[in-house]
């Protein structure tokens, strides 16, 4: 067994991918006062900010060092669905996008909910609506991947969601808030160590 040591500037996370290789059995879907609404092409500055505010206490970041150009190309693609979880006076409190590049797939590359409205059963009502549009008449596999700086709950969730863990890795990465991509206060709950570049 070894330590390995990561760099001040950088973060580690363990990665687990889960997948499901059967369509679940019909149930009804969870309420919530949500409506989730399709996102035909969205801007990428209006992408990022509500990225921004979903996974910010997470560190998500990938979508935040894209140029406009490769983002557009991802969230624009025909293969691609962007959805848009909306609260009861039209503003963006979530997001699902399925991604169906892969044949015979459907990645639920990303699923989330601004911080606020976590614990309250709009997760379940959430990912119900991911299952029902992932699971096409082409898709064998629908798959997911979250990692240790997500919610402490988000393994557990997708688990009983019914997913399935068949992989781990490891992943590092420079911590976007040294270069300034989040606020140094992000995700508090994992030490900033270096110190924030100007």
Do not use: N
Request: glycine share 6%; net charge neutral.
């Amino acid at each position: 067994m070894a330590l390995i040591p990561v760099p001040a500037d950088e973060i580690a996370t363990i990665v687990t991918t889960l997948e499901m290789t059967k369509r679940p059995v019909a149930r009804p879907l969870p309420e919530s006062p949500l409506q989730l609404v399709a996102w035909g092409a969205p801007e990428p500055a209006k992408y990022r900010t509500l990225f921004r505010r979903i996974g910010a206490p997470w560190l998500w970041f990938s979508r935040l060092v894209m140029d406009d150009a490769a983002l557009t190309r991802i969230i624009h693609d025909p293969a691609v669905s962007v959805f848009a979880a909306l609260d009861r006076r039209g503003i963006e409190v979530g997001m699902l996008e399925l991604d169906f590049r892969a044949v015979g797939a459907c990645e639920l590359a990303y699923v989330g909910l601004i911080p606020e409205l976590t614990g309250q059963g709009h997760g379940r009502w959430l990912m119900a609506q991911a299952l029902m549009r992932a699971w096409t008449k082409s898709v064998e596999r629908v798959w997911v991947h979250t990692c240790t700086l997500d919610h402490p709950s988000a393994l557990g969730f997708y688990r009983a969601s019914g997913f399935v863990a068949v992989s781990r890795t490891i992943e590092t990465f420079a911590d976007p808030r040294v270069a300034g991509l989040l606020p140094p206060d992000a995700a508090s709950q994992i030490p900033l160590l270096a110190p924030i570049l100007r």
